[in-house]
């Protein structure tokens, strides 16, 4: 991994959070690395564009290269979790020349089941007639966290979903649902790659990381005991221990 050492670490958010699902991670991580956590299209503080086009992670992930041509830095250690992940993989696609490494945390490779891709769509309509308070995290808690997360974890999630905006959890929802299979991306990827999950994901499971393990020429893989979707709020020093213990520093 020689060369590295000076990359930045940029992490994106899982859906339907924003940036600050990382604040659990982010001091410890901040004083080993340089670390970006941008709100994606539409969530937290970004606004959503108007494009005419129909909802594509390859906006998004033009979103994500204007901002390193904004900050200047040629290459990054790109990061994500869940959606996330797959931003990060179209980034892969889009541009891989700036990406300098992959970390996927509780994501897959995989396009949506036609199942999946229907319930994507209802989200959508349901958000854009009713918002998404009152409904979205109560829909989402179950399979985001485990069981056994603690009661400020679940409250934390909880708030974080319903102060999102109803037109970027809609815009979102459509954009996962278009998203395609990443696993060639993936087999084409130069890059050392960390792959973390946890035990008891029930989006992504541990089956879905080790596909991406299967795919990728350089993995490193991390299994989180105990956790569920969400590692970064549900075990933040288990993620942080992970990204430093890999991570190429000198």
Known sequence: MAGMTELPLLLLHAFPLDARMWDPVRAPL?????LITPDQRGLGRSPLPETGREPSLDDAARDVVALLDRLELD????????MGGYLAMAVLRLAPERVG??????????????????????VAERAENDGVAGWLAEANLPNLLAGTASPDVVERVRGLIDEQPPAGVAWAARALRAR????????DATVPALVVVGEQDAITPLEAANTMVGALPDATLVVLPGVGHLTPLEDPA?????????YPIS
Do not use: F, M, Y
């Open 180 to 187: 395609p299979d990443s696993l060639e991306s993936l087999r």
């Open 75 to 82: 290459r990054v250690v790109l990061g994500g979790c869940s």
């Open 238 to 246: 288990g993620v942080v221990e992970a990204i430093l213990g890999w």
């Open 30 to 34: 901040a004083e080993r690395v340089r």
């Open 101 to 122: 490494g992959l970390v996927l945390i509780d994501t897959k490779a995989t396009a949506d089941t036609p199942e999946a891709a229907q319930a994507r769509l209802d």
